[in-house]
């Protein structure tokens, strides 16, 4: 056999387990291995093959899936460095507005929701895993960046944020890891794997918030160690690049390619989800990257507490829990349909940002406190079911889409002009692919979106509560679109209960 046709004995080493057969049976009938070349190229992989997926696909594929979490997680963690460095800043020396303030906390969600697009082409061109490897490695310049800007109170404005944008390396994480492991899972599981996979990511936004307050305050003697925020990720990015670079695989059949992305990019609703995504996880990350700024400015009385002493972790409550919820998105999507569960996402989240507004002129930390923890989860819960929606959407386009076409008939869809997709000579998987980073991209942009309408609040009037009042409507807006597209009675999604 050719090495194509069977491992080496070096990549059969460094393979998971090929599964035993069952009792009984002979060799002929265990599960097929995997077809390996060197680079950990594997050429015959196929999730939806029950004997395969049973046998070494599963275990294959859980391995990639815990590396790639740990990979994204660090993105994460770096991509909210600087919404937590930024409120220190005054106190360490650093002569900065209100608006610098609030640049500085944006401008990694900008930045990262831009690269998500091209890093969505990164697993096609380079390999699942190689691509890991190398964005995890691009970590480091914006954490050593970080340690050494911060360390002298004269640096320039442009220079942190400069490097508050290379942050945005860690958003642009999320696109490419994303993409590559719904190759690895068959279409029943990768709600799942996608909220997993997610959710681990989501959680360094969480992470970072706890452990920075720690490391900066620790050991301080009349001053902060803020160079501490970027330097005690640097050996976890090593490990990690070092991981995935010894357990991870290529897939040698994942084609996301341009002409993938140009077809998702034609369907319209790769828009319509991109929008609703910019509430789920724009929400999210925009939130997360904001909370402990809004905690500081909404109750002065807790300053001390908050930004001078190592509680200012406590903000990291509100970004776990909206992670922990991601995967319970996914898996309520697999079972009855990711735009039931984002309607009812929206809902909860218009009603506590109305409760919000209400109990602001209260000064009830607490209050304000638990209202946000069950922001965050609505909004975790949104994230998942939304993302769930992209490959099940895709499928059904491309299959009602054909069947207007042969049999010329309306599929009720709102959308009927999208039906010229269906010439397209790209897969549902293909396009689906793509879209997952490009719908990514576009839905980050709401971690700009959300710090710089809650600084221009608090610029034009001195408070939050007109920014509030404007999530509201958005939030029930997105409500009525996704009823629209994808519940309304005679519409084919609703039919098939995406």
Same mark, same amino acid.
């Not at 391995?63 to 930024?86: D, M, P, R, Y």
């Not at 776990?320 to 009812?344: E, F, H, K, N, Q």
């Given at each position: 056999?050719?090495?194509?046709?069977?491992?080496?004995?070096?990549?059969?080493?460094?393979?998971?387990?090929?599964?035993?057969?069952?009792?009984?049976?002979?060799?002929?009938?265990?599960?097929?291995?995997?077809?390996?070349?060197?680079?950990?190229?594997?050429?015959?992989?196929?999730?939806?093959?029950?004997?395969?997926?049973?046998?070494?696909?599963?275990?294959?594929? @859980?391995?990639?899936?815990?590396?790639?979490?740990?990979?994204?997680?660090?993105? $994460?963690?770096?991509?909210?460095?600087?919404?937590? #460095?930024?409120?220190?800043?005054?106190?360490?020396?650093?002569?900065?507005?209100?608006?610098?303030?609030?640049?500085?906390?944006?401008?990694?969600?900008?930045?990262?929701?831009?690269?998500?697009?091209?890093?969505? $082409?990164?697993?096609?061109?380079?390999?699942?895993?190689?691509?890991?490897?190398?964005?995890?490695?691009?970590?480091?310049?914006?954490?050593?960046?970080?340690?050494?800007?911060?360390?002298?109170?004269?640096?320039?404005?442009?220079?942190?944020?400069?490097?508050?944008?290379?942050?945005?390396?860690?958003?642009?994480?999320?696109?490419?890891?994303?993409?590559?492991?719904?190759?690895?899972?068959?279409?029943?599981?990768?709600?799942?794997?996608?909220?997993?996979?997610?959710?681990?990511?989501?959680?360094?936004?969480?992470?970072?918030?706890? #452990?920075?307050?720690?490391?900066?305050?620790?050991?301080?003697?009349?001053?902060?160690?803020?160079?501490?925020?970027?330097?005690?990720?640097?050996?976890?990015?090593?490990?990690?690049?070092?991981?995935?670079?010894?357990?991870?695989?290529?897939? @040698?059949?994942?084609?996301?390619?341009?002409?993938?992305?140009?077809?998702?990019?034609?369907?319209?609703?790769?828009?319509?989800?991109?929008?609703?995504?910019?509430?789920?996880?724009?929400?999210?990350?925009?939130?997360?990257?904001? $909370?402990?700024?809004?905690?500081?400015?909404?109750?002065?009385?807790?300053? /001390?507490?908050?930004?001078?002493?190592? @509680?200012?972790?406590?903000? $990291?409550?509100?970004?776990?829990?909206? /992670?922990?919820?991601?995967?319970?998105?996914?898996?309520?999507?697999?079972?009855?349909?990711?735009?039931?569960?984002?309607?009812?996402?929206?809902?909860?989240?218009?009603?506590?940002?109305?409760?919000?507004?209400?109990?602001?002129?209260?000064?009830?930390?607490?209050?304000?406190?638990?209202?946000?923890?069950?922001?965050?989860?609505?909004?975790?819960?949104?994230?998942?079911?939304?993302?769930?929606?992209?490959?099940?959407?895709?499928?059904?386009?491309?299959?009602?889409?054909?069947?207007?076409?042969?049999?010329?008939?309306?599929?009720?869809?709102?959308?009927?002009?999208?039906?010229?997709?269906?010439?397209?000579?790209?897969?549902?998987?293909?396009?689906?692919?793509?879209?997952?980073?490009? #719908?990514?991209?576009?839905?980050?942009?709401?971690?700009?979106?959300?710090?710089?309408?809650?600084?221009? /609040?608090?610029?034009?009037?001195?408070?939050?509560?007109?920014?509030?009042?404007?999530? #509201?409507?958005?939030?029930?807006?997105?409500?009525?679109?996704?009823?629209?597209?994808?519940?309304?009675?005679?519409?084919?999604?609703?039919?098939?209960?995406?």
């Amino acid at each position: 056999m050719g090495p194509v046709e069977q491992l080496t004995a070096d990549a059969r080493d460094r393979a998971p387990a090929h599964a035993p057969a069952a009792a009984g049976h002979g060799a002929s009938d265990t599960a097929p291995a995997l077809a390996m070349r060197p680079g950990r190229w594997i050429d015959n992989w196929d999730a939806e093959d029950a004997r395969f997926w049973n046998g070494i696909g599963r275990t294959t594929a @859980s391995v990639n899936l815990k590396w790639s979490i740990f990979c994204e997680f660090l993105g $994460f963690v770096v991509w909210q460095l600087w919404s937590i #460095v930024a409120i220190y800043l005054p106190a360490a020396g650093f002569d900065l507005t209100t608006s610098q303030i609030f640049w500085l906390i944006s401008m990694p969600s900008l930045v990262g929701a831009t690269l998500r697009v091209p890093y969505t $082409f990164m697993v096609p061109r380079f390999g699942g895993r190689n691509w890991t490897v190398v964005s995890a490695l691009l970590l480091l310049l914006p954490a050593g960046g970080l340690a050494w800007a911060v360390s002298d109170p004269s640096t320039p404005f442009w220079v942190m944020l400069t490097l508050a944008g290379m942050a945005g390396f860690g958003g642009g994480n999320f696109a490419s890891s994303m993409a590559n492991i719904t190759y690895f899972y068959p279409a029943r599981e990768k709600g799942w794997a996608l909220g997993l996979n997610a959710a681990g990511g989501n959680l360094g936004a969480s992470v970072a918030q706890l #452990v920075v307050p720690l490391a900066v305050t620790a050991f301080a003697a009349g001053s902060l160690n803020l160079h501490l925020a970027g330097l005690v990720w640097i050996p976890l990015i090593l490990v990690a690049a070092w991981g995935a670079r010894r357990h991870m695989h290529n897939l @040698s059949h994942a084609k996301g390619d341009v002409a993938g992305s140009l077809a998702a990019l034609r369907e319209p609703h790769l828009w319509v989800i991109a929008v609703l995504y910019i509430g789920t996880f724009g929400s999210f990350i925009g939130f997360s990257a904001v $909370f402990p700024k809004l905690i500081k400015d909404t109750f002065p009385e807790f300053s /001390s507490f908050a930004v001078a002493g190592a @509680s200012l972790s406590l903000a $990291f409550l509100g970004p776990l829990v909206g /992670s922990l919820a991601r995967p319970i998105g996914g898996r309520l999507a697999d079972r009855v349909g990711g735009a039931r569960i984002t309607v009812c996402a929206f809902a909860v989240m218009a009603a506590i940002t109305v409760a919000v507004t209400a109990v602001l002129p209260l000064g009830n930390f607490w209050l304000f406190l638990a209202l946000f923890i069950a922001l965050f989860t609505a909004s975790g819960v949104g994230n998942g079911s939304t993302y769930r929606m992209i490959p099940t959407v895709f499928s059904l386009r491309r299959a009602a889409v054909a069947a207007t076409e042969a049999n010329g008939e309306t599929d009720g869809n709102a959308f009927a002009d999208a039906r010229r997709t269906a010439a397209a000579p790209v897969s549902p998987e293909r396009q689906a692919s793509a879209a997952l980073g490009l #719908v990514s991209a576009i839905g980050a942009y709401g971690g700009f979106l959300i710090p710089q309408a809650l600084g221009a /609040s608090a610029g034009a009037t001195g408070a939050y509560t007109s920014a509030f009042s404007g999530f #509201v409507a958005a939030y029930l807006g997105m409500l009525a679109l996704t009823w629209f597209c994808y519940l309304r009675p005679g519409t084919a999604f609703a039919r098939q209960g995406v």
